[in-house]
T-cell receptor
């Protein structure tokens, strides 16, 4: 079974509008972290936002917010006021806890290609 | 802040040749990771170092793949006897050892094409 599922291969959004990118995850751990990364055509993975499994508040970072619904195992990324520079691939990733020591690797989804239309 | 640096950015090699990629992490980061990303997929974890110790290598794709991090600074990833299926982007990332909430910082990757 996929640990991270991103069901939207591609999304279009009008400039200045908000967009939601979906992510669902699968883990049996109680402690885990969820990350979103942006990958422009240059190839570098750019960290956007993090949500911990015990965080009660949804994470926000500037125009990025994470809609965390733990019971549904979803961690959707919301980008407000889209800009042309937001056009890129977006990846959801998870780091699971191991015996309280924390894990090391990130498990990524297949990504969503976001295109912002002027 | 120079970020994570990877060299070369692009590599074209003939099938059967050996290739080596270099990664220079952010200087104070003691954790270093290698990932592989094929077309249309997210990055896939390969291996992980904490300082100079390689703590996880079971995810390396075959015994043709090996990685080192001498002295706990830069790292190299070597692929021996390359095959066309090895064509991919190889990403390096580094992080501080402060807990699993810590984000990893990625380099721009090395794109390998095996012809």
């Amino acid at each position: 079974a996929q640990k991270i599922t991103q069901t939207q291969p591609g999304m279009f959004v009008q400039e200045k509008e908000a967009v939601t990118l979906d992510c669902t995850y699968d883990t049996s751990d109680q402690s885990y972290g969820l990350f979103w990364y942006k990958q422009p055509s240059s190839g570098e993975m750019i960290f956007l936002i993090y949500q911990g499994s015990y965080d009660e508040q949804n994470a926000t970072e500037g125009r990025y917010s994470l809609n965390f619904q733990k019971a549904r195992k979803s961690a959707n990324l919301v980008i407000s006021a889209s800009q042309l520079g937001d056009s890129a691939m977006y990846f959801c990733a998870m780091r699971e806890g191991i015996s309280g020591a924390g894990s090391y690797q990130l498990t990524f989804g297949k990504g969503t290609k976001l295109s912002v239309i002027p | 802040d120079t970020g994570v640096s990877q060299n070369p950015r692009h590599k074209i090699t003939k099938r059967g040749q050996n290739v080596t990629f270099r990664c220079d992490p952010i200087s104070e980061h003691n954790r270093l990771y290698w990932y592989r990303q094929t077309l249309g997929q997210g990055p896939e974890f390969l291996t992980y170092f904490q300082n100079e110790a390689q703590l996880e290598k079971s995810r390396l794709l075959s015994d043709r793949f090996s990685a080192e991090r001498p002295k706990g600074s830069f790292s190299t990833l070597e692929i021996q006897r390359t095959e066309q299926g090895d064509s991919a982007m190889y990403l390096c990332a580094s992080s501080l050892q402060t807990g699993f909430h810590t984000e990893a910082f990625f380099g721009q990757g090395t794109r390998l094409t095996v012809v």
